[in-house]
Every structure is written in structure tokens, then in C-alpha cells.
């Protein structure tokens, strides 16, 4: 199992339009896409330097043949989104995270 995470810090001036489109539109669009199994959004507690709000976004997928499928079938587009309703008002880098252990009580 892989965890593609997304980490945003967002501008203040458009955070409460971004989280709402986050929650809304752009997470179910992600998850629509049939490559993840299920998405977790958390806030970074954390104060950055530049300001803002920073969040992480880990979309759950099962191998990386999925996720390679992802790069090349919805990316592009999907990240395109964010690019038009919010232009220069955030920073994202993606990581990709093994998951080695998972412990439930």
C-alpha cells in the first residue's frame, strides 16, 4: 500500500474558498478517479515562516502501477484546476510514503 501525500500551504486571503473547494469538489474528484481508496486531510500545526495555512492531503492507493496510472491518466488535470482558481496563491510538493506497519487496536 502506497500513500500519495499532498502538502499545501495555502494563502490566508483565499484559505476559506480553497478548503471548502478541497472538501467539495477537488478530494472527491481524486477519489473518483477509482485510483484511491480513501483520502485524509490534516492541518499542520505548525507555523510557517512565509505564512499561510498548511495542510497535508494522503490519498490511500494499493501499488505503484496505480499510481504511476494516475500520474499519466489524471495528474495533469487535475492539478491544472488548482492552477486556474487559485494562481499563485499556494505552494504544493508531493511525496510518495510506503506503508511499512498498521496498527488498529
Known amino acids: 500500500m502506497l500513500i500519495y501525500n ?3 500551504n495555502i ?3 483565499v484559505h476559506d474558498e480553497w478548503l471548502s473547494w478541497m472538501r467539495d469538489k477537488h478530494i472527491p474528484d481524486m477519489l473518483s478517479t477509482g485510483k ?3 483520502a485524509k486531510m490534516v492541518k499542520v500545526l505548525v507555523e510557517e515562516d512565509m505564512g499561510g495555512v ?3 492531503i494522503q490519498y490511500t492507493t ?3 502501477k496505480t499510481l504511476e496510472a494516475y500520474y499519466k491518466e489524471d495528474a495533469e488535470r487535475l492539478r491544472g484546476d488548482a492552477q486556474k482558481l487559485f494562481p499563485n ?3 504544493a510538493f508531493r511525496t510518495e510514503l510506503e506503508v511499512v506497519s498498521q496498527q488498529i487496536p
Open 6 to 8: 499532498v502538502t499545501i
Open 11 to 13: 494563502d490566508t486571503q
Open 36 to 38: 484511491f481508496s480513501h
Open 54 to 56: 498548511t495542510y497535508s
Open 62 to 64: 494499493q501499488d505503484r
Open 89 to 91: 496563491k499556494f505552494v
